[in-house]
């Protein structure tokens, strides 16, 4: 059974850190790319970030790039959002989610239930 569980979300100050952490099993982690999705309250569910399974590439929302770096340690099996000069309107419930890079949720088969932040001015 595949699970992938997220972690190190909370609350924040405009223009503090936070580092989200994914840990995956039941899954061949190191051959699935691996995305990160964000759903604010009252919006939809968007994508932030995703990586390949190689680490050889990266991709971001516009939104976030510049600020949120993805990286991922295949032997321990997690995948990471290190997100810097956080913004109000980056709260929301972050999702990490396996199988694609793409910006569509459907591309991904698995999810993570997610974790909460929140960024106050």
């Known amino acids: 059974q595949v699970q992938l569980v997220e972690s190190g979300g909370g609350s924040v100050q405009a223009g503090g850190s936070l580092r989200l952490s994914c840990a995956a099993s039941?899954?061949?982690?190191?051959?699935?790319?691996m995305g990160w999705f964000r759903q604010a309250p009252g919006k939809e569910r968007e994508f932030v970030a995703a990586i390949t399974w190689s680490d050889r590439s990266t991709y971001y929302a516009d939104s976030v790039k510049g600020r949120f770096t993805i990286s991922r340690n295949n032997a321990e099996k997690t995948v990471y959002l290190q997100m810097n000069s956080l913004k109000p309107e980056d709260t929301g419930i972050y999702y990490c989610?396996?199988?694609?890079?793409?910006?569509?949720?459907?591309?991904?088969?698995?999810w993570g239930q997610g974790t909460q932040v929140t960024v106050s001015s």
């Open positions: 989610a396996a199988g694609s890079t793409s910006t569509s949720m459907s591309a991904y088969g698995n």
């Open positions: 039941g899954l061949m982690f190191s051959v699935y790319h």
